[in-house]
């Protein structure tokens, strides 16, 4: 069977098994990877997959299941068995009926990004971006370059039903001076011209020189400048506390605050899978709702919760075409930009803290918003406006709520950030917030 | 699970094929689920297309160290098959857990505010085959439950625990955690420590560490680091190095009460295995002995690249993901002091049993553990419950802090993160109650 016999098959199969409601995914994905070390290539790989994914409810009864054995008895026996775990499950949660009609969808994100057919021109970009690291001064640099393109076809009981293709590419450069002093970058974009291998690996072998010779780090409370790649990281956590399943669940340090000023007026993050030319573009979610652009915070106010239906229904709303079946995601984040480059940003602290990266975030209370996480790379000091010495050692310890609140502006050039610590790709420009805390180890 | 009410159960079923190829020292790697012989065939092409294209980039030419490889079948028979136990049981099992948690934060005026609980039971039928001899076939089950819970008191704010179980067996895996008792003993605690914790002490401290703890200490800090593809570069980009070189075996970095292990072949144990990806037969491992650097995780790449022998640490989650360098179960070897003795020798100091938040730095060295459940300790004795010590301390800082180990061995399971794709890896994490002496809380802030 083709895709969207296989979809319509399982939308089918589903309602004389009982379904009130049923949706069906076909996921064709061809995905690869280059990753170097020291340097060279350490493994090229590539993985070519289809799968079925199966969903249903029966009233507020839900159950799914995702198989790989696209042969039509297999998914039968699929469709039955969810049916059957959805019959034994409990009653009680919230039932919204999947979304009903024929939608249209914005046929510019039928089709987003290219491909590239050739497999020499990968291993090119890896080279230049190793290159350019080194031309920078860096001694060793690492990394990955990836790209996936996934034919995605799908049905909903419901009635909308579509099918899109979506190229992606990200590239991730770590530039070593030595050991220690590190520079990271990394970008995504949806085609493969649109990376710039050698700026990457340039900017990562900058900081990475820049990092030579550092001092350990004091602790304590400081205005710091953050740059895109830990902006990316701590946006991302913003925008998953605001999936409407965890606030509805009490884990989200959004719960209770919808309507407020939760950050300064200037500061603005939207969640929009509509713009053909960003990485994560789609024309529709897991219930075949049109994708739209989702103010999470509007200038400065905590405007809209991520939603799918049942969530909506929940919180008495409308789906903000966000669905996860279960729990409403992000999918291409956008952070408004402000005036000025990372420079003018430094210049407006006397003493503090140019962050260039992080990773390990996490919390000591979801709900409230306490984590803290690693600072990595390049990590230099401000004095009287101005980048200063390097130096290393230090954990971000603070509360997410509260650096929201004390961001004092952003800069005009954003990036898109996707790489291993960062899975939803986001617009992000660098970032000054005051009075965040960090810590260092005792002994 | 969520707050009392089922969300969804679903089902996964997965089946393809991965293959490595290694061409004049550059590295291919395919996997589809698409099993006609055309398409395997095609992904063969694909493979050793995308090594030739990355030839002219490659700069240390990768090989693969001779082994005694295995030819054997490995299958842990479930005493309870899941496909014998009733869906309703499951739930009903769930939904008491949830009321038992519930119920027994009540009394100090806590509510849970929001519980999740997932469980998880697989069936992992691998087989590998080498063009080099190697043929082992492995059917392994295995059952998890995960937990996360929220509380909030009125007047003292909110507080956070999680944690997991797991084992290589069938359900009755499940039924042996006990998981009722220890939900009525997760909400009474946390009920505890939110309505009577104080701020933990400031000043220099004896620590006594729970189990639960070391177990994570010795994964992120010995295991981690001593992973000789992070010592040689390989995960760089993305989880990182190590603060150890390849030349560091030897080296002190504990005192001599400390002994660190890694053993796949633990029966039960989450992260079993008897041979690995590369069909090399595994064994226990010394990462750390008597307080010295004694072995790193090995397998066939990094062997060869580093004159040596793998100890089978190659682990694939999937047939999409590549081997690599991986642990299993990580723990610290018990002493043979008992609990009374450890704590008794404590004029000032804090207990953590367990904890609730952690991070590590990418050299695996800058650590941070938040406890959840503790205690002062004043003249050997538990004292007030402390509210979230935080332990930031460096790994040579943390094991050379160490002067005594008790022999109370406990295990917990987690899912490790390593690889890009991401690779989630069951592990078991174990410790014995063991003390630090001078320790300064909180980490260092001005």
């Given at each position: 069977m083709k895709a969207d016999e296989i979809v319509e098959f399982v939308v089918r199969k589903a309602k004389k098994a009982g379904a009130t409601d049923s949706v069906s995914q076909v996921r064709e994905s061809h995905w690869s990877m280059i990753r170097f070390t020291n340097n060279g290539v350490t493994v090229s790989k590539v993985v070519k997959d289809t799968s079925v994914g199966i969903f249903l409810f029966i009233k507020e009864k839900r159950a799914g299941s995702v198989i790989s054995n696209v042969s039509e008895e297999a998914i039968e026996k699929a469709v039955f068995d969810v049916a059957k775990m959805a019959k034994l499950s409990p009653s009680g949660g919230t039932y919204a009926p999947l979304p009903k009609g024929k939608f249209k969808y914005n046929k510019k994100l039928l089709e987003v990004g290219k491909a590239t057919a050739k497999i020499e021109r990968p291993p090119e970009v890896v080279k230049d971006a190793i290159d350019s690291a080194r031309s920078a001064g860096a001694a060793r640099v690492a990394g990955s370059l990836t790209s996936e393109t996934v034919r995605l076809t799908q049905r909903s009981s419901g009635g909308p039903n579509g099918s899109y293709r979506a190229t992606s590419y990200n590239l991730n450069v770590r530039a070593f001076a030595d050991g220690e002093s590190t520079g990271q970058f990394a970008a995504a974009a949806n085609s493969l011209d649109g990376l710039d291998g050698r700026e990457i690996g340039r900017?990562?072998?900058?900081?990475?020189?820049?990092?030579?010779?550092?001092?350990?780090a004091q602790p304590g409370k400081f205005d710091v400048v953050f740059g895109p790649m830990t902006t990316a990281d701590l946006i991302e956590e913003m925008a998953g506390a605001a999936s409407a399943f965890y606030v509805d669940a009490g884990m989200s340090f959004f719960t209770g605050k919808l309507g407020q000023d939760v950050a300064p007026s200037h500061f603005s993050l939207v969640d929009d899978a509509t713009a053909p030319s960003s990485p994560g573009a789609v024309p529709f979610d897991d219930e075949g709702v049109p994708t739209q652009a989702n103010p999470i915070v509007n200038n400065g106010k905590l405007l809209t919760f991520l939603h799918n239906s049942t969530t909506a229904t929940k919180m008495?709303?409308?789906?903000?075409?966000?669905?996860?079946?279960?729990?409403?995601?992000?999918?291409?984040?956008?952070?408004?930009?402000?005036?000025?480059?990372?420079?003018?940003?430094?210049?407006?602290?006397?003493?503090?803290?140019?962050?260039?990266?992080?990773?390990?975030?996490?919390?000591q209370n979801q709900r409230s918003g306490d984590f803290s996480t690693i600072l990595r790379d390049g990590l230099f000091n401000i004095k009287n406006g101005q980048v200063a010495g390097p130096v290393r050692g230090l954990r971000l310890t603070d509360n997410l709520v509260r650096m929201l609140g004390n961001i004092e502006a952003t800069g005009s050039k954003r990036y898109w950030i996707k790489w291993w610590e960062v899975d939803t790709p986001v617009l992000a420009p660098a970032m000054l917030v005051r009075g965040v805390r960090f810590t260092r180890p005792t002994i | 699970m969520q707050n009392g009410v089922l969300q969804v159960a679903s089902s996964v079923d997965r089946k393809g094929i991965g293959l490595r190829v290694v061409l004049d020292g550059s590295m291919g790697f395919g996997a589809t689920n698409n099993l006609t012989k055309a398409s395997v065939l095609n992904l063969v092409d694909d493979a050793v297309a995308r090594a030739k294209a990355s030839l002219k980039v490659v700069v240390e030419p990768i090989r693969m160290s001779d082994e005694g490889l295995g030819k054997d079948k490995v299958e842990i028979k479930p005493r309870i098959k899941f496909s014998n136990v009733e869906f309703d049981q499951v739930i009903e099992f769930l939904k008491e857990a949830d009321g038992a948690v519930v119920q027994a934060a009540k009394p100090?005026?806590?509510?849970?505010?929001?519980?999740?609980?997932?469980?998880?039971?697989?069936?992992?039928?691998?087989?590998?085959?080498?063009?080099?001899?190697?043929?082992?076939?492995?059917?392994?089950?295995?059952?998890?439950?995960?937990?996360?819970?929220?509380?909030?008191?009125?007047?003292?704010?909110?507080?956070?625990?999680?944690?997991?179980?797991?084992?290589s067996r069938g359900w009755e895996a499940v039924e042996s955690w006990d998981i009722i008792s220890t939900m009525k003993q997760e909400g009474e605690v946390?009920?505890?420590?939110?309505?009577?914790?104080?701020?933990p002490p400031n000043d220099q401290v004896d620590l006594l560490v729970g189990g639960e703890v070391?177990?994570?200490?010795?994964?992120?800090?010995?295991?981690?680091?001593?992973?000789?593809?992070?010592?040689?570069?390989?995960?760089?980009?993305?989880?990182?190095?190590?603060?150890?070189?390849?030349?560091?075996?030897?080296?002190?970095?504990?005192?001599?009460?400390?002994?660190?292990?890694?053993?796949?072949?633990?029966?039960?144990?989450?992260?079993?295995?008897?041979?690995?990806?590369?069909c090399v037969r595994a064994r226990k491992r010394y990462l750390i002995k008597e307080g010295k650097i004694n072995e790193f995780l090995q397998n066939r790449e990094t062997a060869a690249a580093s004159g040596g022998t793998s100890n089978a640490a190659a682990r694939a989650v999937s047939y999409d993901r590549e081997p690599i360098v991986r642990m299993a179960n990580t723990y610290m070897e018990p002493?043979?002091?008992?609990?009374?003795?450890?704590?008794?020798?404590?004029?000032?100091?804090?207990?953590?049993?367990?904890?609730?938040?952690w991070n590590i730095d990418d050299r695996r060295f800058n650590q941070k553990y938040v406890g959840h459940e503790a205690y002062q300790i004043e003249n050997g004795e538990i004292g007030t419950p402390v509210r979230n010590p935080a332990i930031e301390i460096t790994t040579v800082g943390f094991f050379k802090a160490v002067d005594a180990v008790g022999k109370d061995l406990k295990f917990w399971s987690a899912t490790c993160g390593k690889g890009d794709p991401m690779q989630g890896a069951p592990v078991w994490t174990g410790g014995p109650t063991t003390r630090l002496r001078n320790v300064r809380l909180g980490g260092a802030s001005a």
């Open positions: 900017v990562a072998g900058d900081v990475a020189k820049r990092a030579l010779n550092a001092e350990p008495k709303t409308n789906t903000t075409a966000s669905a996860g079946l279960v729990i409403p995601k992000p999918f291409s984040l956008q952070v408004s930009s402000g005036n000025g480059t990372i420079e003018d940003l430094v210049s407006k602290v006397d003493e503090g803290l140019y962050v260039t990266n992080n990773w390990y975030l996490r919390y | 100090r005026g806590v509510d849970v505010v929001s519980r999740m609980f997932e469980i998880g039971t697989t069936v992992t039928h691998k087989h590998v085959v080498t063009s080099d001899g190697g043929d082992v076939e492995s059917i392994v089950p295995r059952s998890s439950i995960f937990y996360l819970l929220v509380a909030m008191h009125p007047q003292r704010g909110s507080a956070q625990r999680f944690s997991e179980r797991g084992e946390i009920g505890r420590m939110l309505a009577e914790g104080v701020p070391v177990g994570l200490v010795c994964h992120e800090s010995s295991g981690h680091p001593q992973e000789a593809d992070r010592i040689m570069g390989r995960e760089a980009a993305q989880a990182g190095e190590s603060y150890l070189s390849m030349s560091s075996l030897g080296m002190e970095v504990g005192s001599p009460v400390v002994n660190v292990v890694e053993d796949p072949t633990l029966p039960r144990s989450y992260g079993y295995y008897l041979y690995d990806e590369e002493g043979d002091h008992c609990f009374d003795d450890l704590i008794g020798e404590i004029k000032h100091g804090v207990y953590i049993k367990n904890f609730t938040e």
